[in-house]
């Protein structure tokens, strides 16, 4: 599979599909504010990185707004607000093959075109 989950007014996201050419390369590209994440599409993601928390975006505005870092999340609690609030899913999220890459992490973005 070769798929990328990206929000389109991110510059972040715009800044790697431009550097790595994603979008030129036959990658399915979902926009998540238009086109919500399904509970399959997430637990999928799980299921390659380990981990729910490993996708949640501490970055997220509503994040300090919603008074989250005072509060012991489980993860059960990442899930449910990945699936509810779109900013909470770290971005980007990129599927080549067996990979996952999720973020924006240097090493994160130069292992990403290493795979491609």
Known sequence: MKKMYHLGNCTTCQAIIKETGIDKKGFEMQEIKTEKITPAQLD?????TGSYESLFSRRAMKYKEMGLKDKSLTEKDYRQL????????????VFVNDKIFVGS???TVEALKNAL
């Open 82 to 93: 990945i699936l509810d609030e779109y900013t909470f899913l770290k971005r980007p999220v």
């Open 44 to 48: 999928e993601m799980k299921e390659k």
């Open 105 to 107: 992490e240097k090493k």
